[in-house]
């Protein structure tokens, strides 16, 4: 069974850093695009970062550009999403998925791959 693990959320104050986690489980995240996505309540999901298979091409939604930095970690399987300088709002549920595609654009419906989400609430 194929799965994707998101852990690393949890509630810190603004300016304040995490770092995201996505594992994988049953394949290996060296032959996929991951994205990392989130949903703010009452929002849309929307792109936040991916990095292609192959060449680790990245890419950054404007609002995080500066603040994050996605990368991966062969040897342990997992794509990381470091987030720095967070602000309220950047509080939402994150996801990380996961396609075949080599690409830069993060477009929820190319990544048929998800994971359960991690919840970050960024918060004095």
């Known amino acids: 069974q194929t799965q994707l693990l998101e852990s690393g959320g949890g509630l810190v104050q603004p300016g304040g850093s995490l770092r995201l986690s996505c594992a994988a489980s049953g394949f290996t995240l060296d032959y996929y695009t991951i994205g990392w996505f989130r949903q703010a309540p009452g929002k849309e999901r929307e792109g936040v970062s991916c990095i292609t298979h192959g060449l680790d091409s990245t890419n950054y939604t404007d609002s995080v550009k500066g603040r994050f930095t996605i990368s991966r970690d062969s040897a342990k399987n997992t794509v990381y999403l470091q987030m720095n300088n967070l602000k309220p709002e950047d509080t939402a549920v994150y996801y990380c998925?996961?396609?075949?595609?080599?690409?830069?654009?993060?477009?929820?419906?190319?990544?048929?791959?998800w994971g359960q989400g991690t919840q970050v609430t960024v918060s004095s």
């Open positions: 998925a996961a396609t075949a595609i080599a690409t830069t654009r993060m477009e929820a419906r190319l990544y048929p791959k």
